[in-house]
Each structure stands twice: as structure tokens, then as C-alpha cells.
């Protein structure tokens, strides 16, 4: 069976997530994710830890999927969601669908492969978790194989257990010096640590890492 992997994940009104957020992992890399304190660095990998089922007990009884609602709507809505983009071949949808669904209740598997040879098989597809229902959805599924939502969630964790496992770890004392000095520049000022960022993750991986950057709420 082919080996699947995650290419992207995307972020939608989690917490204190205002705007989408997308962290792209093509790269196949270390993504240092760089911000100031309150600036959501830790937010986006609890929504990223909070999209793999497996974890939903992990990370103190599940932290990641308690107050996920979305702090910038006065009303707290719960729509808060997490989704996975992923390279789905349509060899691989088929051993999901078998070993997912029922037979009665599945697909025909001549349907799938006659979408992939009209090229109606996207090579790429999302699952998406909702972070209040706890369900997976997946667009493609419903579209082109015509998956009921009940169907979609139970294909989408198959797939899900067939991809990397998601790990967060909060503290890293055992594994970081307790101090990490930055020397000051001529001018007496702290030389910037962006720029010691950029040395480190740009300059010397010849632009093969990603780097986002998180700026703080202005207000």
C-alpha cells in the first residue's frame, strides 16, 4: 500500500485564529514556527495535534479540543475546524473504502477507478475535522463518490490511521539550555533574533524550510 503523508494543514476559527491559517509541509523539513508571546504559536500546533483522533486524550485528558471556540465572535461560536491536505491515489481509496465501509454500504469499486481514468479523481484531497462534532468530512468524498457525512467520517479516520502520527510535547527543559543569550549589536541594541532566525533557517537550508512568522493581536 502506498505510503500516505500530509502535505498541508489548514486552520479555521480556532481560538484565536481570526483568518485561515496554512502551514504548508511540502517542503519535507524543519518548519520553525516563530512569533512573540500571545501570538498563536502554541494555538496552531494545539489545533494541529487537535485533528488526529488518536490524540483526543493525549496532551493533559485532551486540553487541545477543550475551548476551542472561536475568541474573536461574540457569540463564542463552536465551528472552530482543522483539515488535512493529503495525497490520496485512487489505489489507496480503494483499499479505504474496503476495509472502511461495509460492503453494502460501500462504493463501487469500478466507480472509483473509472473516475480516476476520466481524471475526476483529484490527486490531492482535504479532511477536515470538526472540532465540536469531533467528525471528519472530506469535500472529494462527497462529491465524486457521493459518501453520506456518516460514511465520510469513517473513511477520513482510516485514512487518518494510515498517516504519520501527530506529536506535541509542551516542554522541552530536559532537551534545551535553560538560557540561550543573543549578543548585542554595535549600537548596544539586541541584534534581532529574526535576523538569527534567518541565518538559521533560511540562509543555511538554502530556502528549503518554511518559516512562519506570527505577528500579535494589534489591539
Known sequence: MTKLSYLAFEIVRYRGVR???RIDLTKRSLIPIIGVNESGKTTILHAIFAFDYYNDR????????QDTFDLNDAFGSNDAEVCAEVELPPDVLKDALTKALPEGSRPSLAQVQTSAKRQQWPSRIRLCRDLGSLKYSCPELKSVLKLDPTQQDV???YLVGQLPYILFFDDFRDSVEDEIPIVKDASGGASGWLAIMDRLFQKSSK????VFTLDPDPR
Not at 530556502?207 to 518554511?210: E, M, T
Open 155 to 157: 473513511v477520513a479516520r
Open 58 to 65: 493525549l496532551n493533559n485528558g485532551g486540553r487541545q479540543l
Open 19 to 21: 483568518e485561515p491559517i
Open 207 to 210: 530556502g528549503k524550510l518554511s
